[in-house]
């Protein structure tokens, strides 16, 4: 969860930079989905490594809140992305 965290605030931070990089968008997209499907896998079939290999972890609200706000971002992301592809958002001088 660390590296996710390490991750998030990265992307957050490349953003600010490169607010219209569409392989940011994507990765920050990619890297959602891996991490709501890594909460899944947890909650259904267990942790799928480390010393509590096999063990399923409960849903919190916290939990839920978190994949929700992550499964939001992907949206997001997509829908950007599809704006950037239709030439619909201005870009900006020199990116």
């Known amino acids: 969860m660390l590296a996710a965290f390490v991750a998030q605030v990265s992307f957050a931070g490349g953003l ?13 997209g990619i890297g959602n989905l891996a991490i709501i499907g890594m909460w899944a896998v947890s909650r259904t079939v267990g942790i799928p490594l480390g010393p509590e290999t096999g063990e399923v972890e409960g849903i919190g609200a916290l939990d ?3 994949t929700a ?8 992301m997509v ?6 592809r239709r030439g619909r958002v201005a870009r900006t ?3």
């Open 79 to 84: 829908v950007l992305l599809n704006l950037y």
């Open 64 to 66: 839920l809140v978190c």
């Open 69 to 76: 706000s992550e499964a939001t971002l992907v949206v997001v």
């Open 93 to 95: 001088q020199g990116r």
């Open 16 to 28: 600010l930079v490169w607010p219209g990089w569409k392989l940011l968008l994507l990765a920050g």
